[in-house]
Nanobody
Framework: QVQLVESGGGLAQPGGSLRLSCTAS????????MGWYRQAPGKQRELVAT???????RYADSVKGRFTISRDNAKDTVHLQMNFLKPEDTAVYYC????????????WGRGSRVTVSS
């Protein structure tokens, strides 16, 4: 089992930036892919970005060119740099760690709330 602790987030104006971080502990040797998901009010949770153990990123079309996911394997940490934020980015952001089979290694945590508003 892996435990994930998210940090960062908060309030930003449209066009602004925020940075999220997630640190894993526990059975981290099983982690292959780490990623970020988000759930906006009244909507289903959706994929934002993932990054493989080798550093290959994937992004949802809605965030391409604005968000950057990065990973520090030595610290078992994944970051999400969010630039040019839009009101529709408002959501609770959750970190996830998967094994090589794409199976989640942890339960969803409390997440980090991101609010984009003027």
């Amino acid at each position: 089992q892996v435990q994930l602790v998210e940090s960062g987030g908060g309030l930003a104006q449209p066009g602004g930036s925020l940075r999220l971080s997630c640190t894993a502990s526990g059975s981290v040797f099983n982690i292959a892919t780490m990623g970020w998901y988000r759930q906006a009010p009244g909507k289903q949770r959706e994929l934002v970005a993932t990054i493989s153990s080798g550093g290959s990123p994937r992004y949802a079309d809605s965030v391409k060119g604005r968000f950057t996911i990065s990973r520090d394997n030595a610290k078992d940490t994944v970051h999400l740099q969010m630039n040019f934020l839009k009101p529709e980015d408002t959501a609770v952001y959750y970190c996830r760690a998967d094994n090589h089979y794409g199976v989640s290694l942890s339960s969803w945590g409390r997440g980090s709330r991101v609010t984009v508003s003027s």
